[in-house]
């Protein structure tokens, strides 16, 4: 599915139908730098202070490990992921996190999430 199909519409402020909708158009907003987003998806009682997109990192790809509700007709939903990143210098790495996600008056939420350990 392309930009235009995935998350053009969520960033520019359609709702998203499931939490794994969110989760891609909030990995989108982190590499565009696309703060309103960000904030507005992100739940205002774990929100915290921005700016939140850092400029110094390019996010190279997301990978959707696992779902766990989070559908059209869910209030909670868990999306586990793997968003990979570099920074200038060829500095490389990743974030693997399993996060939690809430519909509010038809609206999906970033909550918060745990981070998950690396194997090596």
């Given at each position: 599915m392309d930009f235009a199909q995935c998350c053009e519409p969520l960033l520019d402020g359609a709702p998203a139908p499931?939490?794994?909708?969110?989760?891609?158009?909030?990995?989108?907003?982190?590499?565009?730098g696309e703060e309103d987003h960000l904030?507005?998806?992100?739940?205002?009682r774990t929100r915290?202070?921005?700016p939140y997109a850092d400029?110094?990192?390019t996010w190279t790809g997301l990978t959707i490990v696992?779902?766990?509700?989070?559908?059209?007709?869910?209030?909670?939903?868990e999306v586990e992921f793997v968003a990979r990143w570099i920074r200038e210098g060829g500095v490389s790495g990743s974030v693997h996190?399993?996060?939690?996600?809430?519909?509010?008056?038809?609206?999906?939420f970033y909550l918060d999430g745990?981070?998950?350990?690396n194997d090596s």
């Open positions: 499931t939490a794994e909708a969110l989760m891609r158009s909030r990995f989108t907003a982190f590499a565009r904030f507005r998806t992100w739940h205002p915290p202070r921005g400029p110094d990192i696992s779902t766990q509700g989070g559908g059209p007709t869910d209030d909670t939903g996190e399993h996060s939690r996600f809430s519909r509010r008056a038809g609206r999906w745990d981070l998950v350990e």
